[in-house]
Each structure stands twice: as C-alpha cells, then as structure tokens.
C-alpha cells in the first residue's frame, strides 16, 4: 500500500496559476501510473490527469489539456500538478491516486488503488 499526502491547494483568483503537491510514502516500487481527480460538490469524482511513474507518459482530460501540466520526481516520490490559467469551474477537491494494475484504463477511477485525502481548491471569479 502507498500512503499519498497532497499540499498546495488554495484560494486564487481566475487567470493564476498553483501548483499542487502529492508526496507517496510505503512501498512505491510496483506503481504503474500516478494521477490526479477532482470531486465537485455532489458529484463524482473524475479524470485530470496521470503520469507513468517509470515511463513519464501523461495522459490529460480534454477539460484542462494545455492548462495543466502534471510531473513527477521519482527520487523524491512526488508527484505535481501545476495549473494555470484557472478558472472558477476548475473549483473542486483534487486527490492523487496510484495504480499498480498494468494494462487498465488510466483515465478511470475504479483503477486507482491509494487515494490521498484530497486538497480543496477554490477559483474565484
């Protein structure tokens, strides 16, 4: 199991930019992708980004494709998730989440294994 501790969510206004954090602990050797989602009130949680843990293949969702850009630093076990341009419908929860099932659909949220606690951020307009 990987324990996974987001950071960087925040109040900004529409058009900044920030940067979210998410740093895995436990036993990190078998995760195949590394990703993050977004819960709105009342709604489902679903697909921003991922990241190949070895390979470094990002897949993004069509909603912040070319605002968002996800990274990662293997030797500090920390995945990123810098966003810009935000806007107020960019409002929501963000969890990092790993999977280790190799061949299973990326962009879905039944694939992920460890989930972190969520960081709340807020987009004003």
Same mark, same amino acid.
């Given at each position: 199991?990987?324990?996974?501790?987001?950071?960087? $969510?925040?109040?900004? &206004?529409?058009?900044?930019?920030?940067?979210?954090?998410?740093?895995?602990? !436990?036993?990190? =050797? #078998? /995760?195949?992708?590394? $990703?993050?989602?977004? &819960?709105?009130?009342?709604?489902?949680?679903?697909?921003?980004?991922?990241? !190949?843990?070895? =390979? #470094? /293949?990002?897949?993004?969702?069509?909603?912040?494709?070319?605002?968002?850009?996800?990274?990662?630093?293997?030797?500090?076990?920390?995945?990123?998730?810098?966003?810009?341009?935000?806007?107020?419908?960019?409002?929501?929860?963000?969890?990092?989440?790993?999977?280790?099932?190799?061949?299973?659909?990326?962009?879905?949220?039944?694939?992920?294994?460890?989930?972190?606690?969520?960081?709340?951020?807020?987009?004003?307009?």
């Amino acid at each position: 199991q990987v324990q996974l501790v987001e950071s960087g $969510g925040g109040l900004v &206004q529409a058009g900044d930019s920030l940067t979210l954090s998410c740093i895995a602990s !436990g036993d990190t =050797s #078998g /995760t195949y992708y590394m $990703g993050w989602f977004r &819960q709105y009130p009342g709604k489902e949680r679903e697909f921003v980004a991922t990241i !190949g843990w070895k =390979s #470094g /293949t990002t897949y993004y969702s069509d909603s912040v494709k070319g605002r968002f850009t996800i990274s990662r630093d293997n030797a500090k076990n920390t995945l990123y998730l810098q966003m810009s341009s935000l806007k107020p419908e960019d409002t929501a929860v963000y969890y990092c989440a790993v999977t280790r099932r190799f061949g299973s659909n990326i962009r879905s949220v039944n694939t992920y294994d460890d989930w972190g606690q969520g960081t709340q951020v807020t987009v004003s307009s």
